[in-house]
């Protein structure tokens, strides 16, 4: 009974030890401008101590934020997806000035629509979360929009 109890403990370590850290979720919404057009909204909730970076950031840093859409006749992207004001700072970890969002960062992409029916437009970002002493390894993210 005892070898069976250490053997449980050991087990549980290994799963609980092995549980990857995610401190950011992200949420998506579609802000409807007119019958023509509409934005792309996607959201990034970040837990407390931890930032991800912007989407311009110099050779040599963090891995920027970056985000692709998978193309579709109903829809045509206007510009390039733009982001809220964040902090720039002058980052200590990559001896360079970078920006960065912690807490919460809003990123929102226009389009402009080829038709009045509902359909989901899929997309991916790419990210690299850092707090104030370590990084995680950048990350890809599934991303669904419905267009109503």
């Known amino acids: 009974m005892r070898k069976l109890i250490v053997v449980l403990l050991f087990l549980t370590s290994i799963v609980s030890y092995g549980q990857i850290h995610n401190p950011v979720k992200w ?3 579609v802000k409807k401008i007119s019958e023509k057009e509409a934005e792309l909204v996607a959201t990034a909730s970040l837990e ?3 930032h991800i970076y912007s989407q311009n950031i110099p050779k040599g840093g963090p891995i920027p934020t970056l985000f692709s859409f998978v193309g579709d ?5 206007k510009g390039n997806t733009k982001e809220g004001e964040g902090h720039e700072v002058d980052d200590k970890m990559f001896d360079m000035r ?8 809003v990123f929102t992409q226009r389009i402009r629509l080829k038709t009045t029916e509902k359909f989901v437009i899929k997309g991916t970002v790419e990210y690299m979360v850092c707090s104030g002493t370590n990084c ?5 993210v599934d991303l669904s929009f419905s267009v109503n």
């Open 27 to 29: 949420t998506t919404s």
């Open 48 to 50: 407390n101590d931890w």
């Open 73 to 77: 006749q109903r829809y045509l992207k």
């Open 98 to 105: 970078v920006k960065y969002f912690d807490k919460k960062a």
């Open 136 to 140: 995680l390894p950048p990350k890809e």
